[in-house]
């Protein structure tokens, strides 16, 4: 058997590197051999923090039984989905719409011409609950390409031929206008939970994208109802168990309605937009709690997440070993009665059983709980409360860590370095400013390097095989924008639009559409193309929004015209799906309010400099420098004086420019501040 995972970058691929499996990477050789040999591929797609990926691979991938069996009859084949989502995009497509769900691992057969014919999630070692168990499932596909195969590749093409009928033709027609975004507010009423907070019923996943459309909407029209939804979700969350209430950090979503219990891998993408809207939240509210999440969370990023070359890794697991040696999910996070007396003593325990919700029967498993705050936000004692937390943070450190995924995802950065300038910025925190300049400095360096085209991941500083795709180049153009108006640098508004032109070259097909992977990367059985949100904003729709921000910095007509392009699918997807597009519809709250153009002529970090970005007009972009050569910098500088030698804020939007100010409070006025 050859180990051909050894090499590589992905921490998920490596977890299987030792396994009795034979397996390949995703690669022209895998189905070269499989045509040779005239098997099926098994393709198996999963991620390094994923809970029921390592479950399957200890029951079946590490079994010598079914691992002979899986050799002598496939070419088995293993993928990250975070190296490639575009694949992992195309079969679970398949996946969902044969079976009605999808989820990871995923399973799937394929012809040696990657056409897929059978589909699953996780399968287990024995028969249960209705599922066959892996070795059946071998079996079946075994005798079906034997015995059956004119019926397999029927099935195969009529798949292919389903899938490349989904393609969307166009952005559709026209932009999203006042009425297409007041359905969307009332559709997301409609599945708003009163009681809870956040959409739907469980599991619940935190709605970041839309919160941020909520909190622009009301920016924009001063919708109490919108503002109300946003503000209740975030501090339902806030005070879960979904949120860590010792070391600060979301975990991936909570498995009932009321946000008690997580499951706890906590992956950056969530930490990094959660992060965000928390620091929105307090632009709009003050929050004193909004303020806190904002902070605590930017840190554990910091903290937790960051690599040794600047930029953060993709996630932690949810499993760790507990104080029995076993790996099990959540062991790193809960607590019994017991632990808490033996850190904190008879009568601190009994005050953070109380302040944390932890009680005998347990929430979690085997009468474990999960830290939440569940009594009301009234009187507690604050130093107490500091103190309990310190030496409960500090105890917990003690314990075995769960893993980290080590491996930096360029999207996923590009959300981060959005935070933390905007954190940095709004809470005179200049060291998350540089934390956020460092990781995009990595990403300029390695992602970008010699090719001047994105690398999807790296890994210790060495870039990775795999080509960025749309969500890489719209969320890294977005976290370059965001640290060109925090930075005063124009450097990263030259970088953004490099990206951006790459995006209107590569991604972008006729009548506005986008594809998520580029037009000359691999070919799939189908190109990749999806407009809604899941995790994270979809690549189509955070284009869109660094589009329109790229075209409001500089006046670019292109850039402009492709973002009104690409919304169009916003406008037709809005009314009907609010919550699976709800980035969509904060770019178009950008769009139907300019977005405004705010040059600051004078000193970056000074007071109009920081009321600019403190304004709360959705999607404004912020050009801050003085002297000669900031015009060279920032096109929104060019021919902006300073009045009287005072420092001037210039706004403008829909061509039409205020006149001048030099008083802070008169400019917040002019952003909605």
Not at 51 to 70: G, I, K, N, P, Q
Not at 536 to 555: D, E, H, I, M, R
Not at 616 to 638: D, H, K, N, T, Y
Request: hydrophobic share 45%; proline share 5%.
């Amino acid at each position: 058997m050859v180990n051909r995972l050894a090499d590589a970058m992905s921490p998920y691929l490596l977890q299987h590197a030792d396994n009795p499996v034979d397996w390949w990477p995703w690669s022209p050789e895998a189905f070269e051999e499989a045509r040779k040999r005239d098997v099926p591929v098994l393709l198996s797609v999963g991620y390094a923090s994923c809970h029921w990926c390592h479950v399957m691979a200890h029951e079946s991938f590490e079994d010598e039984t079914v691992a002979a069996y899986l050799n002598a009859h496939f070419v088995p084949v293993k993928v990250d989905r975070e190296e490639r989502p575009d694949v992992d995009a195309v079969y679970m497509e398949a996946v969902q719409a044969a079976t009605g769900h999808g989820g990871w691992p995923m399973t799937v057969f394929l012809t040696p011409d990657a056409e897929p014919f059978y589909f699953g999630t996780y399968f287990p070692p024995e028969p249960r609950h209705g599922s066959p168990s892996f070795q059946q499932v071998l079996e079946g596909v075994t005798a079906a390409w034997t015995d059956r195969r004119d019926e397999v590749a029927e099935v195969a093409g009529r798949i292919v031929a389903d899938l490349a009928g989904r393609s969307l033709v166009h952005g559709g027609d026209g932009v999203p206008g006042e009425s297409e975004v007041a359905q969307a507010l009332l559709g997301l009423t409609r599945e708003y939970d009163e009681q809870h907070g956040g959409f739907g019923g469980a599991p619940k996943f935190p709605p970041a994208m839309v919160v941020e459309f909520l909190l622009r909407h009301y920016a924009r029209t001063g919708a109490e109802g919108a503002l109300q939804m946003a503000a209740d979700t975030c501090a339902a969350m806030a005070r879960g168990g979904i949120y860590d209430q010792l070391g600060g950090g979301f975990a991936r979503y909570s498995v009932d309605r009321e946000w008690i219990v997580p499951h706890f891998e906590k992956m950056l993408y969530d930490n990094a937009l959660l992060c965000r809207v928390y620091a929105h939240l307090w632009r709009a509210t003050g929050s004193d709690e909004a303020r806190r999440i904002a902070l605590e969370t930017a840190d554990f990023m910091v903290r937790e997440l960051r690599t040794a070359e600047g930029g953060f890794a993709s996630a932690l697991d949810a499993d760790s070993e507990d104080a029995d040696g076993r790996h099990v999910e959540g062991a790193y996070y809960v607590w019994t009665p017991g632990q808490l007396r033996a850190v904190l003593g008879e009568d601190d325990a009994a005050f953070a059983a109380a302040h944390f919700g932890v009680t005998e029967e347990g929430t979690f498993e085997e009468g474990a709980s999960v830290l939440r705050l569940p009594g009301d936000a009234g009187l507690v004692d604050a130093a107490r409360v500091t103190g309990v937390r310190a030496r409960l943070l500090a105890a917990r450190d003690e314990r075995p860590r769960p893993g980290r995924d080590d491996k930096v995802v360029a999207a996923w950065n590009g959300l981060a370095i959005a935070a933390l300038a905007e954190t940095g910025a709004f809470f005179d925190r200049p060291d998350l400013v540089e934390r956020a300049t460092e990781a995009a400095d990595l990403l300029v360096r390695v992602h970008l390097g010699e090719v001047a085209r994105l690398t999807r991941t790296s890994k210790d500083g060495r870039a990775g095989d795999n080509a960025g795709v749309l969500e890489d180049y719209g969320d890294v153009a977005e976290g370059f924008l965001a640290l060109a108006a925090v930075t005063g640098e124009g450097a990263w508004l030259e970088f953004a639009g490099f990206l951006l032109d790459i995006v209107l070259e590569q991604f972008t097909g006729e009548g506005g559409q986008l594809y998520d992977t580029a037009h000359d990367a691999e070919q799939l059985i189908r190109r990749p193309q999806d407009p809604t949100d899941s995790a994270t904003p979809s690549g189509w729709t955070a284009a869109a929004g660094a589009l329109l921000s790229y075209a409001a910095y500089t006046g670019s007509e292109a850039h402009r015209t492709a973002a009104e392009g690409a919304l169009g699918v916003v406008k037709a997807l809005g009314p009907r799906v609010p919550r699976f597009v709800g980035w969509g519809l904060a770019v178009a709250e950008a769009l139907l309010d300019g977005p405004r153009e705010v040059a600051v002529a004078g000193p970056v970090g000074g007071e109009l400099h920081r009321t600019a970005l403190l304004g709360r007009a959705p999607g404004a972009v912020v050009a801050a420098g003085e002297g000669p050569g900031a015009g060279g910098e920032f096109p929104l500088l060019v021919d902006r004086p300073l009045v009287g030698g005072e420092p001037t804020a210039y706004v403008c939007r829909h061509f039409v420019c205020d006149a001048p100010t030099t008083d802070a409070g008169e400019l917040a006025a002019k952003l909605g501040g």
